[in-house]
């Protein structure tokens, strides 16, 4: 069946530095992969999603390119903000009756 | 447009109560997924409905049983709870149930503490 291994932290880093949280996953055929995140309190959001092999996704600084070869579509971003602090879920989509699956969550904390 | 709704957003029952938590998904949305969250087992598949019919259905006991309305609303029951029934459940809708493409837009979750 789908599985997704992803970092799972905490990760805690400086603002403004560089973060990268890898997230491999394996699923039939091809679908589409997204990026949620949760910030504390609430529900997940959209953070960025690829839609096709060597898609690259990006929102807020964030960016993630759907790599087919490695199964791999891992979240990047240049400088991170204490606004960033957050969890990241990894999720391939489905492809057909299969169910969604998630990451186990990476829980990132940026401190000033 | 308004966004994923849930009621209640808290809760608090005892062991072997039920409870019915509710979903009201985004405008023209057909589908809803019922997820649990939790810190030791993370975001897990519940089920998902498509007009009325459930499509599919994760690893959870009988205990747990769900249905969708025809305005798409959905409801999720929990019966004969137990201590480690206590989590966050968020409710997601999307506009088609292959959602190969189709993002999840989650609500806010209901936080059920059970004593």
């Known amino acids: 069946g789908d599985s997704v291994t992803q970092m799972e932290g905490p990760v805690t880093l400086s603002e403004e530095a560089f973060l990268t949280i890898n997230c491999t996953y394996t699923?039939?055929?091809?679908?589409?992969l997204f990026w949620y995140v949760q910030y504390p309190g609430e529900g997940l959001q959209l953070l960025l999603k690829a839609t096709k092999a060597d898609d690259k996704g990006s929102n807020k600084g964030f960016e993630a390119t759907y790599r087919k070869e490695t199964t791999s579509f891992h979240l990047e971003k240049g400088s991170v903000q204490v606004s960033d602090s957050a969890v990241y879920f990894c999720?391939?989509?489905?492809?057909?009756?299969?169910?969604?699956?998630f990451g186990p969550g990476t829980s990132l904390s940026v401190i000033p | 447009k308004a966004g994923v709704t849930q009621t209640p957003r808290y809760l608090i029952k005892t062991r072997g109560q039920q409870v019915t938590l509710s979903c009201s998904p985004i405008?023209?949305?057909?589908?809803v997924s019922w997820y649990q969250q939790t810190p030791g087992q993370g975001l897990q598949f519940l089920f998902e409905y498509f007009s009325e019919t459930q499509r599919n259905k994760g690893n959870f006991p009988g205990r747990f049983s769900g249905r969708q309305f025809s305005n798409s609303r959905s409801e999720m029951n929990v019966s004969t709870l137990e201590l480690g029934d206590s989590a966050l459940y968020l409710c997601a809708s999307s506009s088609s149930p292959s959602a190969g493409t189709d993002t999840q837009y989650f609500g806010p979750g209901t936080r059920l503490t059970v004593l």
């Open positions: 405008s023209g949305h057909r589908s």
């Open positions: 999720a391939p989509g489905k492809t057909s009756y299969d169910k969604v699956i």
């Open positions: 699923a039939t055929g091809y679908p589409s």
